[in-house]
């Protein structure tokens, strides 16, 4: 009641200000998306004779068929990299699921020191863990192959398994009593009871593993970077094939953008509601 007073009570000049300043910050935000959606549509020839902010005219798909057909190969790029997602999408749900699980719910000597330990490798910066990594795939002969790029990063990740740990604990212990007393094991109740309860959680983990593999760059640049390349190895090549040219590099960059932004809008509400399940501030 008291949040309810003091938030009508607030000055209408506040209130004004608050959405002024988010208005600006979205603004800020949308315009470089804005400005390579426009660049993207120009032909090289518009671009280098207009102001670079000036709508297209006409708008064309040079820069796209360029491209798509040129020795860049950007459509195997994005093949490989929706691959490439869907590889470790699916590795690291399904194993951080069986880990958070355990951690959660299954009693194990040195449960919490093994949770811990694990959880604390997020201090490790990625930087110092690619030359070790980049030997380990060369020793193996995966440099410069699909398998190369994605095997370091297809298992469970500390940030999953913690927020999954935590979502999965949320389930009153009754509820799994319960399935265990009916004859389930906990097989099916993972799968049956705790992860249909946890479909917010996991369907935000989704997308930000979705994002974050969709736009990795380093380790795919150095692990593979003649071939097999993915979407953002290949835009980077754009820049020097082509001399800059920045209708080619903001056509590729739409091409990236738009299933990501896709994926947002469908997924919005999943992340509203993991946030108000899980108390992440």
């Not at 193996?140 to 298992?155: A, H």
């Amino acid at each position: 009641m008291s949040s309810s007073k003091s938030y009508s009570r607030r000055p209408w000049w506040s209130t004004l200000g608050i959405y002024a300043g988010l208005s600006l910050a979205a603004f800020v935000m949308v315009i470089p998306l804005l400005f390579s959606f426009v660049t993207a549509f120009k032909s090289p020839q518009d671009f280098a004779s207009h102001s670079p902010f000036a709508l297209p005219s006409p708008p064309s798909l040079t820069s796209f068929q360029a491209i798509l057909t040129g020795r860049v190969n950007f459509g195997d790029a994005i093949i490989t990299t929706l691959l490439m997602v869907v590889v470790m999408v699916v590795g690291q749900l399904v194993s951080s699921v069986l880990a958070a699980y355990a951690f959660a719910r299954i009693e194990f000597p040195g449960r919490e020191v093994i949770f811990w330990l694990f959880l604390g490798t997020m201090m490790i910066p990625a930087s110092v863990l690619v030359i070790p990594l980049y030997l380990m795939m060369a020793r193996m002969g995966l440099n410069n192959t699909f398998w190369g790029i994605v095997l370091p990063f297809v298992f469970a990740s500390p940030y999953a398994v913690f927020l999954l740990r935590q979502s999965f604990r949320q389930i009153p212990q009754e509820i799994i009593d319960a399935a265990t007393m009916d004859g389930a094991g906990q097989i099916r109740i993972l799968f049956s009871i705790v992860v249909p309860v946890s479909k917010p959680i996991i369907s935000t983990l989704v997308l930000i593993t979705v994002v974050s593999q969709w736009n990795s760059f380093m380790w795919p640049r150095i692990i593979a970077a003649t071939r097999p390349r993915v979407l953002t190895v290949a835009t980077a090549a754009l820049q020097s094939q082509y001399n800059a040219n920045w209708t080619y590099v903001m056509a590729a960059t739409t091409i990236a953008l738009v299933p990501l932004i896709a994926l947002f809008i469908v997924f919005q509400r999943h992340i509203v509601e993991s946030i108000a399940l899980t108390g992440i501030k």
